[in-house]
C-alpha cells in the first residue's frame, strides 16, 4: 500500500518537473511502459496471496491512469511551452515588420489626366492619340505656324531630322484627326510632349499636354467657353471660374489665354491654365475642311501645370523621380501609399 502511495507520489513530482518532450517521452517509458514500474507492479501481484490479488490489482490501474492523464497534459503544456520559446527567442522574431503588400496607385498626372477626360467624354468627346516623332508639317506647317515662326527655333524644338521633330505640342493630333475623319469631330488628345528646354523647377523638356477639339456645323465660342468652365470646376472645385484673355496662336484666330480663378483665404486668385481659340480657317484649308461650312474650337492644357496648381505641387521634377513618398500622396479614392 505505502509502497503504491509513494510510488505514484514521487512520479507526479517527476512529470511535474519535466523540461523537454524528450524527458517525457522517457519518464512515460520508465513509468508505464512494458518494464516499467507500473508494470513490474502488477507483475508483483502475481507472487501475493490469493485474496488480495484484485485489491491491489484494481490499484495499481488506478494509478496508471493517473499518471498517464498527469503524463499527457504535461506533453500539451510542454508543446505549448516550446511553440512559445520558438517564436519570441527561436527562430522566429515576431518582432520584424511583417512583408507588406504595397497596392498600387495611379501618378498624379494621370490623376489629372483622368479628370480632363471625365469631364469631356460626358460631352461625347473621345480619346485620339498621335505620334510623338512627328513630321514638320502636322506638328508646324498645317497648323500655320510660318517656316520663320520662334517656335520652330533650334532652341525650342528637338530636330531629328531637317523635317523630323520630336512634337512640340499635342495639336499634331488636330491635323492628324481631321485629315482621317469628317466633322463633326469632338476629340480629346493627351501625351508626351517635347521642347529644348534646360530643366529647372518649372521646365522639363518632356512634358504633358491634353488638347481638345470640336469642329461642328456650330461650334462656337461660346460653347468653349461653356466647356472650360466645366473644365475649371472639374478641376479646381464647383467655385473655380474662368476668365479669357485676348492672346495669339497661330492656329487659332481670335485666340485666348485662359486663367481658373479660385477661391483662396486672400480672396480670388486667377492662375493661367490653358490656350484655347477658333480654329484658324488657314488650319481648316489645310486638312480639305471648307471653313465656310463647318467651325470649331481647341484648347491645350500642360498637365503637370495643372498638377502642379491643383496639388501646390512647387518642383516639376518631382513627377518624374518616381518616388514613393511623393507619388503616395495623390491616392484619392481611399488610396494609401505604403508606410502611411
Ligand atoms: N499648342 C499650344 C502650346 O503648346 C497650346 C494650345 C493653344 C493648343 C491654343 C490649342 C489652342 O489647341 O487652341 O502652347
Not at 502636322?138 to 505656324?145: C, H, K, R, S
Not at 488636330?174 to 485629315?179: A, F, K, Y
Request: net charge neutral; aromatic share 8%.
Amino acid at each position: 500500500m505505502e509502497d503504491l502511495q509513494h510510488l505514484e507520489a514521487s512520479a507526479l513530482e517527476k512529470i511535474k518537473s519535466l523540461g523537454s518532450q524528450q524527458d517525457l517521452t522517457q519518464l512515460r517509458s520508465e513509468l508505464l511502459g512494458k518494464k516499467g514500474l507500473l508494470g513490474q507492479a502488477l507483475r508483483s501481484v502475481s507472487a501475493l496471496p490469493e485474496a488480495e490479488r484484485p485489491g491491489r490489482g484494481k490499484e495499481i490501474n488506478i494509478i496508471k491512469q493517473k499518471l498517464a492523464a498527469a503524463l499527457d497534459d504535461a506533453a500539451k503544456s510542454l508543446a505549448q511551452a516550446e511553440r512559445e520559446a520558438k517564436l519570441v527567442g527561436g527562430r522566429y522574431d515576431v518582432t520584424l515588420p511583417g512583408r507588406r503588400t504595397v497596392a498600387g496607385y495611379p501618378h498624379p498626372l494621370r490623376l489629372v489626366e483622368e479628370e480632363v477626360f471625365r469631364c469631356l467624354k460626358s460631352l461625347g468627346f473621345t480619346v485620339a492619340n498621335g505620334p510623338l516623332v512627328e513630321h514638320d508639317w502636322y506638328n508646324f506647317e498645317a497648323l500655320n505656324i510660318p517656316q520663320d515662326h520662334p517656335a520652330r527655333d533650334m532652341q525650342d524644338t528637338f530636330f531629328l531630322a531637317p523635317s523630323v521633330v520630336l512634337r512640340t505640342h499635342t495639336s499634331n493630333v488636330q491635323i492628324r484627326t481631321m485629315l482621317a475623319q469628317d466633322p463633326p469631330i469632338r476629340i480629346v488628345a493627351p501625351g508626351m510632349v517635347f521642347r529644348n528646354d534646360a530643366v529647372d523647377a518649372t521646365h522639363s523638356p518632356v512634358f504633358h499636354q491634353v488638347e481638345g477639339l470640336w469642329i461642328d456645323e456650330k461650334a462656337t465660342f461660346g460653347d468653349l467657353k461653356g466647356i472650360l468652365q466645366r473644365f475649371a470646376v472639374q478641376l479646381f472645385g464647383p467655385e473655380a471660374q474662368v476668365r479669357l484673355r485676348p492672346s495669339y496662336f497661330p492656329f487659332t484666330e481670335p485666340s485666348a489665354e485662359v486663367d481658373v480663378g479660385y477661391k483662396t483665404s486672400k480672396g480670388l486668385e486667377w492662375l493661367e491654365v490653358l490656350g484655347a481659340g477658333m480654329v484658324h480657317p488657314e488650319v481648316l484649308k489645310s486638312v480639305g475642311y471648307d471653313p465656310n461650312k463647318v467651325q470649331g474650337f481647341a484648347f491645350g492644357a500642360g498637365i503637370e501645370r495643372i498638377a502642379m496648381l491643383r496639388y501646390g505641387i512647387k518642383d516639376i521634377r518631382l513627377f518624374y523621380e518616381n518616388d514613393l513618398r511623393f507619388l503616395g500622396q495623390f491616392g484619392g479614392n481611399g488610396r494609401h501609399a505604403p508606410g502611411r
